[in-house]
């Protein structure tokens, strides 16, 4: 009797944290790159269950295993891309493969798979509210003209005419090149070394590669973000799902508890 007590504990434990991670995925459907998490459950103890005759004990004989105690063993990070959005925006990159964007954070160096940037008051590439944007050689990326272009493998140029005009005041036309650097793009060998903070930043010991080497790096496609990878109907079936076992598990405890209450006080008196 004692032990249903702590198994429909357990499950009302383990459900309310699952509704946790499932609150969060939801309110993270639109956040740009976000990636979506879930809740694995295990026993915390099985047990053998034997039968024994009424008078010999001995020579029992095993008949299942029963599983005590249930709790969160731990969060998984489903890593797989999510559809692209189009946005036009000149600071706004989504990567079309494996990889992540290096951030330089007052932490050290973060990732993430939000390209949603922008610049700051000195023209950095910038993550907002996060740090500055890295380039390849390790080094913030600065952008002072707005009229640039960026190819697939993230390389940010512009070409810059100055001069011209008529009359006595005309001036030489002047063509410049400018090279704002390359986007750093990084992957990691081992993803369940990986640790996910918040706002959707990753962090890890494990020392970076440059994903899909011999293919010339991750295709960065430009003017567009990753869009989050949750799905919503899912989402909301394990929510209902999580919510009626946790319902139920609450309806027997209190089954349980009157239960005992009669044994104290009516079956006690007797």
């Not at 005009?165 to 750093?184: F, N, P």
Request: net charge negative; hydrophobic share 35%.
């Amino acid at each position: 009797m004692y032990q249903g007590f702590y198994d429909l504990a357990s499950g009302m434990l383990t459900q309310s944290r699952n509704l946790n991670v499932i609150s969060n995925n939801m309110v993270n459907v639109q956040t740009a790159g976000y990636k979506q998490d879930r809740m694995v459950s295990s026993t915390f103890q099985e047990e053998m269950i034997y039968r024994t005759g009424r008078q010999n004990k001995g020579n029992p004989t095993a008949l299942a295993t029963s599983s005590r105690i249930k709790s969160a063993s731990r969060t998984y990070v489903n890593y797989e891309q999510g559809g692209f959005e189009q946005t036009d925006g000149i600071y706004d990159f989504a990567l079309a493969d494996k990889g992540f964007f290096c951030i330089q954070t007052p932490a050290g160096e973060r990732y993430t798979r939000n390209g949603s940037f922008a610049v700051d008051n000195e023209g950095y590439l910038v993550l907002e509210d996060f740090g500055r944007v890295l380039s390849t050689d390790d080094s913030p990326i600065q952008i002072d003209n707005e009229n640039f272009s960026v190819d697939s493998r993230g390389h940010i140029t512009a070409r810059i005419v100055t001069g011209g005009g008529s009359g006595e005041d005309a001036e030489e036309i002047q063509v410049e090149d400018r090279d704002y650097g390359t986007l750093k793009v990084v992957d990691f060998a081992d993803y369940d070394q990986l640790h996910k903070e918040d706002n959707g930043l990753i962090s890890t010991a494990q020392a970076p590669v440059t994903p899909d080497e011999e293919s010339g790096g991750s295709p960065i496609v430009w003017q567009a973000v990753e869009k989050s990878n949750v799905d919503m109907v899912e989402e909301m079936t394990n929510m209902m799902s999580s919510q009626r076992a946790l319902q139920s598990a609450a309806q027997v405890l209190r089954m349980y508890d009157q239960i005992m209450s009669k044994s104290v006080t009516d079956i006690g008196r007797m």
